[in-house]
């Protein structure tokens, strides 16, 4: 089953510009990776999703090695409303089943 | 509606008490996910729709825990005989295509506390 691994927790600043870097080593080559952010009480929301290169639209990048083994969401000039938490999922075909998993989820904390 | 609509909100039910949850997905979207989200913990699939066909029930954690969606719309994920061990968020989440590749819209859930 591909699995990901996140870093549990971040720090940062508003202003600043966040990375969270996802590892996806077992990845299949239909898989698409799909980041979500969760916010207390509420359902993950849909961030952006990639299979290869670099995606970007108005909230976030998201960057993929040629490998595929890992992926970068980068948030541009974080705020406070960002501090959430953001899962890293890649849709798991291994089985043929249309699972996906989510990772542990990142628990980004942005400061004034 | 707009979005995924989930209901109750909150429920409390008795050690042994059957439940029923409810999620009505976005109109038309043809795949619908349920997932278990423990207290801390990242969801966990439960079990995945395309339209009204269960294509994948491996998630579910034991023979007590059934899930339906008789017309390919509304689906209910029901609890037989609860116990603490299922108390929980329960997420309902669709999407217009089937999975992989498409943008899925998650319910608020529906918080399960069983005493």
């Known amino acids: 089953l591909a699995k990901t691994t996140q870093p549990i927790s971040m720090d940062s600043y508003e202003g600043q510009e966040v990375n969270i870097t996802c590892s996806h080593n077992?990845?299949?080559?239909?898989?698409?990776i799909t980041w979500y952010q969760q916010f207390p009480s509420q359902g993950p929301r849909f961030i952006i999703q990639?299979?290869?290169t670099k995606v970007t639209n108005e909230v976030a990048s998201l960057f993929i090695p040629a490998d595929r083994k890992s992926s970068t969401l980068s948030l541009p000039r974080v705020s406070l409303s960002d501090t959430a938490v953001y899962y890293c999922?890649?849709?798991?075909?291994?089985?043929?089943?249309?699972?996906?998993?989510f990772g542990a989820g990142t628990r980004l904390f942005v400061k004034a | 509606g707009a979005g995924v609509s989930q209901s109750p909100r909150y429920k409390v039910a008795k050690r042994g008490q059957d439940v029923a949850l409810r999620c009505d997905p976005i109109?038309?979207?043809?795949?619908l996910f349920w997932y278990q989200q423990a207290l801390g913990q990242g969801p966990e699939f439960l079990t995945y729709?395309?339209?009204?066909?269960?294509?994948?029930k491996s998630g579910l954690p034991s023979d007590r825990f059934f899930a339906e969606r008789p017309e390919g719309s509304v689906s209910t994920l029901k609890i037989q005989r609860t116990q603490q061990e299922d108390s929980a968020v329960y997420l309902c989440?669709?999407?217009?295509?089937?999975?992989?590749?498409?943008?899925?819209?998650f319910g608020q859930g529906t918080r399960l506390t069983v005493v």
């Open positions: 989440a669709s999407s217009r295509t089937p999975a992989g590749d498409t943008e899925a819209f």
């Open positions: 077992n990845i299949a080559t239909n898989d698409y």
């Open positions: 990639g299979y290869k």
């Open positions: 999922l890649v849709g798991d075909s291994y089985t043929g089943g249309f699972k996906t998993i």
């Open positions: 109109s038309g979207h043809v795949s």
């Open positions: 729709f395309q339209n009204e066909a269960q294509l994948d």
